[in-house]
Antibody
Framework: EVQLVESGGGLVQPGGSLRLSCEAA????????MTWIRQAPGKGLEWVSN????????YYGDSVKGRFTISRDNAQNSLYLQMNSLRAEDTAVYYC?????????????WGQGTLVTVSS | NFMLTQPHSVSESPGETVTISCTRS????????VQWYRQRPGSSPTTVIY?????PSGVPDRFSGSIDRSSNSASLTISGLKTEDEADYYC?????????FGGGTKLTVL
């Protein structure tokens, strides 16, 4: 059974940094693109970032470009999101998800999410 | 970048059929697949439709997806509504490495 478990969320002051982790089990992690998606309290889903299987390609949403960095360690079956220059509007539950390809792409497994609160 | 617009909420009675629309603001809806995700309160999203019309295993055939190029929109139809279908539903698509969600539709089954 595929399991994705996020960690690293918490309370951080505006302008601060935080690093999220997502540990994967039950899948060949290195075979899959991975994604971070977030959801502000009471709001909808927002794509944050994708990373290719070997980490050679990374893509970001406009709202986080230049501040967030996605990375992975395939040996540790882990995905990361380094978040710098955090703002109040970054407050959200952050999900990691596996991106799979059939004839197109979609996310088939999601973690339970980790809450990031940016506040003074 | 394009936007995906959904109705904020819909409601229908058990046993009835409901359709949720998702309109793409620019670019052809048929150029990139549309997915639909269901999110129950307090839970992570799960896929109910992928690649416009495909159902993952375990999703009942009461759920169906379609696209309409004339209105540049996608639709999720749920027939034989059950109270367990009550949730938020999000459409999603992508283009040029930009991955977009609709704003979500709250389905109430009353």
């Amino acid at each position: 059974e595929v399991q994705l478990v996020e960690s690293g969320g918490g309370l951080v002051q505006p302008g601060g940094s935080l690093r999220l982790s997502c540990e994967a089990a039950g899948l060949t992690f290195s075979n899959h693109w991975m994604t971070w998606i977030r959801q502000a309290p009471g709001k909808g889903l927002e794509w944050v970032s994708n990373i290719k299987r070997d980490g050679s390609e990374k893509y970001y949403g406009d709202s986080v470009k230049g501040r967030f960095t996605i990375s992975r360690d395939n040996a540790q079956n882990s995905l990361y999101l380094q978040m710098n220059s955090l703002r109040a509007e970054d407050t959200a539950v952050y999900y990691c998800a596996r991106l799979i390809y059939n004839n197109g792409y979609h996310w088939d497994y999601w973690g339970q999410g980790t809450l990031v609160t940016v506040s003074s | 970048n394009f936007m995906l617009t959904q109705p904020h909420s819909v409601s229908e009675s058990p046993g009835e059929t409901v359709t949720i629309s998702c309109t793409r603001s620019s670019g052809d809806i048929a150029n990139n697949y549309v997915q639909w995700y269901r999110q129950r309160p307090g839970s992570s999203p799960t896929t109910v439709i992928y690649e416009d019309t495909q159902r993952p295993s375990g999703v009942p055939d009461r759920f169906s997806g379609s696209i309409d190029r004339s209105s540049n929109s996608a639709s999720l139809t749920i027939s034989g509504l059950k109270t367990e279908d009550e949730a938020d539903y999000y459409c999603q698509s992508y283009a040029d490495n930009n991955w977009m969600f609709g704003g979500g539709t709250k389905l109430t089954v009353l």
